[in-house]
């Protein structure tokens, strides 16, 4: 169920409203809009008596959602959501796409700092790295932990970067949320719905990948359950989905761009490395994923990737970064959007 408020509704009526679903024994989750707020009720298995709620001061309509998904639905926001980082120029969802750059794994610091400072000059205003790695097999190398999350925290400092990194589990989550700006969510945990939950209850804009077989409106629940406790700020990720083609790691689902757009309000990125595998697919998919309206990339970037202790095959050099950003820049103007100048990134990493 939706309620939506009059254009010129008061907060104090909002917050009426809003008390009076809570005292029946609901969740409401007031979204603003350009034009007016809405609310949404969750937490009711059938309908509610709309009849209670109608009648309220400031009410203009009480709706039925009828897709599953109900708080990520365009219906509940019609307008994209921005997610923003004060102090920065960075996000996702608005006319800057997100662009997310760094290793697969962090490494050392060494290694680190070589890559953050390139795709920081290239123009990325996030950086990503893992701290703790799931790994098909438990022999692999498993990540550095906290003192991967303690290297990133000091690019973040010398260089102006907002850090990704994945949380596998509640440990590494409440780590996650201690040291970065961008938890993410992996394509193997993207059901698992308590970490969800968890995840859902932190004030954090969470990354999440979609599973390598999940439909859409799996993606979508996986992407619901986290507002329904309250964290409006999920970032999607398409990185591809196993098929039966061989010729790449999984098969990059750049279609779901737009299906998802159409439902939801919320802002989607394209991992192209993930997606592909490869390193020379990854130029190519990056320019059609900007091309088909993406809000942003996340791209594994490494100063040596033949040596990279994870998904080196994936990963491009910092040269060939230069390149995708180049050309991203172009055709992002096309399509009415904007990938930030380098310029602001030197001057920044100047400071
Ligand atoms: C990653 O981003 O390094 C990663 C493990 O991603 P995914 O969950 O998409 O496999
Ligand atoms: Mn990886």
């Not at 790994?135 to 932990?145: E, K, N, V």
């Not at 791209?299 to 990737?305: L, T």
């Not at 040269?319 to 103007?333: P, Y």
Request: with cysteine.
């Amino acid at each position: 169920m939706l309620v939506v408020m009059q254009a010129h509704a008061t907060e104090e009526q909002v917050r009426a409203v809003c008390e009076k679903i809570e005292t029946l024994g609901y969740r409401a989750h007031p979204i603003p809009g350009t034009q007016r707020t809405a609310i949404g009720i969750t937490g009711n298995s059938g309908a509610i008596d709309s009849g209670t709620l109608d009648e309220m001061s400031g009410v203009q309509e009480v709706i039925r959602v009828s897709k599953p998904y109900k708080l990520v639905s365009r219906d509940v926001k019609e307008e994209p959501t921005v997610v923003r980082f004060p102090g920065t120029d960075g996000g996702f969802g608005g006319i800057d796409l997100g662009i997310v750059a760094g290793p697969c794994s962090i490494e050392s610091r060494e290694q680190a700092f070589t890559i953050a400072e390139r795709v920081a000059r290239a123009g990325a205003r996030f950086f990503r790295g893992g701290a703790f790695k799931p790994r098909t097999s438990p022999y692999a190398f498993q990540g550095m932990g906290e003192n991967a999350m303690k290297i990133m925290a000091e690019i973040r400092d010398r260089f102006g970067l907002r850090i990704v990194t994945e949380a596998l589990d509640y440990e590494s989550l409440d780590m996650a949320a201690e040291y970065a700006d961008v938890i993410q969510i992996g394509t193997r945990n993207m059901q698992n719905f308590s970490l969800l939950r968890r995840a859902g209850r932190l004030r954090k804009p969470v990354l999440l990948k979609r599973g390598m077989s999940a439909t859409l409106e799996e993606f979508l629940m996986a992407a619901e359950y986290i507002l329904s406790e309250g964290n409006y700020e999920v970032i999607l990720c398409e990185r591809g989905v196993r098929t039966f083609a061989d010729h790449t790691r999984n098969t990059l689902d750049l279609s779901i761009v737009p299906a998802v757009q159409k439902l939801s309000h919320l802002p989607i990125v394209v991992d192209p490395s993930h997606g592909t595998g490869k390193r020379d697919k990854v130029l190519p998919l990056s320019r059609a994923a900007v091309a088909c309206g993406a809000d942003g990339l996340l791209v594994e970037v490494h100063h040596d990737p033949d040596r990279a202790l994870s998904d080196g095959a994936q990963s491009v050099t910092p040269d060939q970064f230069d390149t995708l950003m180049r050309e991203i820049r172009e055709i992002a103007a096309v399509v009415h959007r904007r990938v930030q100048a380098p310029a602001e990134a030197i001057a920044r990493t100047a400071k």
